[in-house]
């Protein structure tokens, strides 16, 4: 009796022994690839946009999708101040079309917008064609079945689902990159964004560039318009408004995709508003409100636009005035307390070096 | 004594198989968060520029742009030195996302620019927008699609806006107005 006790005592022994080590593998494992994926917290900060959703605590009736042009020309936080709506941006570096109807459906996971915003400058991509930007937004998703058909769709040649799956695959030459950030941010990384909007102080006014390169066809790809078509169904399907814009920047897009997009809204009944037709309206002034040269908005620049877009949105939709919720506005008042920290430190970087060190390109850590 | 070989086996098997990743073929990796290409590039619709292109063949297969005596070709490396004036203004912009500046040359207030890749020493385009210059086989903005025609015979593609033709890694796209006049020509890197 007492040696078959013992005998068990010892398979038990070694069964949590095994145990053990298996948990201990895995969290070495885990670290690893925790420590070598980027962490996008300084300089390009734009692959942190898209898990900065998921540490949201309020509910949104506006939700904007897209790319540079979605997350550089609206403030939610201004948005919010006037007029007191919620809004957030799920836009990331390059966004394709089809991660932001795989986006817009892992919002409606936990969520369902008023009006949705689509920003059709990813429009002009057909397929994604680039991992660097496809890892920008997916990496920082959360795991459900859409990220599994995000991930599907977008992958370029030579990408694999299993490397989406365990990063570290994709990431492990990073070894001998990793800086001080990498190092900081193992376990917890810092939001960078303002509910998705990337925030420029400086001012570099807006410069002369050359014509875009004449096309034999300005038609926007069947695979892209097919997930234009797939976010217009599944916002009907949730009663969703959809909206689509195109942000006051008159470089990089052609007139006959303006009448592509026209055609598209008139088609189906829906609102574009191409904002470069309202850049008087809105007061804007290129010579003030860009950063670089006139391709993205400055603070000033969106705070213009985002109050001009605001009024838009309140007259037009039967949005809630958050400002009077008080769960929500107590939120609201920490990400003003967070935009004008930001806002504040950005101009004194700037009236004492005369540009951005800790912002931007120039906070890349080599 | 066993829990310590079994751990060290454990141990051993996980840096093994993150070595085994790290030894993998696959192509090269994002190489960190920021090597990334213009999300802004001009041009195609179908994919973003690459890093640069650097034709070896370019000098002699590709259309040449003359000008003062100086050879501009899409796909070779720029070379300031050899510009034969100083008549020009070059500034840079940023890509989304992305650390690489993109060099533009404003040449003769105007009149005709070049454009790099991306965060490259290479020529992407060069784009005419007046008459005072010409391309090497004569043509300037405000000739007819006709006289495009006669000078480099028919084009690979075109539409009633446009002629483009074809030559090594080199596009050269002569844009036309509504009464079928050139009203500007680009010269583009093919990659």
């Known amino acids: 009796m007492a040696a078959k006790s013992g005998k068990e005592s010892k398979t038990a022994k070694r069964v949590i022994t095994a145990l053990v080590l298996l948990v201990l593998s895995f969290a070495i494992l885990w670290f690893v690839q925790r420590l070598l994926m980027p962490k996008y917290q300084k300089g390009v900060i734009e692959g942190s946009f898209t898990e900065e959703y998921y540490k949201e605590k309020v509910p949104h009736d506006v939700i904007i999708f897209g790319d540079c042009d979605a997350y550089e020309s609206y403030s939610p936080v201004t948005m919010y101040e006037e007029y007191g709506i919620s809004s957030f941006i799920r836009g990331s570096g390059e966004q394709y079309i089809n991660q932001s109807y795989y986006l817009l459906k892992d919002v409606l996971r936990t969520e369902t917008p008023k009006v949705v915003v689509l920003s059709v400058h990813n429009l002009q991509h057909d397929f994604p064609h680039n991992e660097a930007y496809n890892r920008m937004t997916l990496d920082g998703m959360r795991w459900s079945k859409d990220k599994v058909d995000a991930i599907n769709s977008s992958m370029t040649e030579g990408e694999t689902f299993v490397s989406y799956v365990f990063p570290v695959l994709r990431y492990h030459d990073r070894w001998n990159k990793l800086t001080k950030t990498d190092i900081e941010h193992v376990f917890s990384k810092d939001i960078t964004s303002h509910n998705g909007y990337y925030m420029r102080c400086d001012v570099k006014p807006i410069a002369n560039f050359p014509p875009m390169i004449p096309q034999i066809s300005y038609d926007f790809g069947d695979f892209a318009m097919a997930y234009l078509d797939k976010i217009r169904l599944l916002c009907d399907e949730n009663g969703i408004e959809l909206l689509l814009v195109r942000a006051p920047i008159e470089y990089g897009w052609y007139e006959q995709w303006d009448k592509n997009v026209e055609e598209y809204a008139e088609q189906y009944g829906l609102t574009y508003i191409n904002f470069c037709d309202y850049a008087d309206d809105i007061g804007l002034d290129m010579n003030v409100d860009t950063y670089d040269a006139g391709v993205h908005l400055n603070i000033y620049g969106v705070e213009k636009l985002s109050v001009y877009f605001g009024r838009y949105l309140t007259e037009n939709y039967d949005l809630t005035d958050y400002r009077t919720v008080p769960s929500v506005a107590s939120e609201y008042e920490k990400d003003i307390r967070f935009y004008n920290e930001m806002r504040d430190d950005q101009l004194r970087e700037i009236a004492t070096y005369g540009e951005l060190r800790s912002y931007g390109v120039n906070a890349i850590e080599n | ?191």
């Open chain 2, 1 to 191: 004594m066993r829990f310590t070989k079994a751990a060290a086996l454990i141990l051993s098997l996980s840096i093994a198989g993150m070595s085994l990743a790290a030894c993998s073929n696959e192509p090269e990796p994002v190489s960190s968060d920021i090597n990334i290409i213009s999300t802004q590039a001009q041009g195609k619709n179908t994919g973003a520029l690459p890093h640069g292109v650097v034709d070896p063949n370019a000098e002699s297969e590709n259309f040449v742009f003359k000008y003062k005596g100086c050879n501009l070709v899409v796909n070779t490396v720029v070379d300031e030195s050899k510009f034969p004036d100083d008549d020009y203004v070059d500034f840079e912009t940023t890509s989304c996302a992305s650390p690489e500046l993109t060099r533009r040359y404003e040449f003769k207030n105007g009149t005709f620019w070049m454009e790099l890749y991306p965060g490259s020493e290479s020529i992407y385009t060069i784009v005419i927008c007046n008459d005072i210059v010409s391309t090497a086989e004569g043509i300037y903005i405000g000739c007819t699609a006709d006289q495009v025609r006669e000078a480099y015979g028919e084009p690979a593609q075109s539409t009633d806006a446009l002629l483009l033709y074809e030559k090594g890694s080199s596009e050269l796209r002569f844009s036309l107005n509504t009464n079928g006049e050139v009203d500007q020509i680009f010269y583009v890197g093919k990659y």
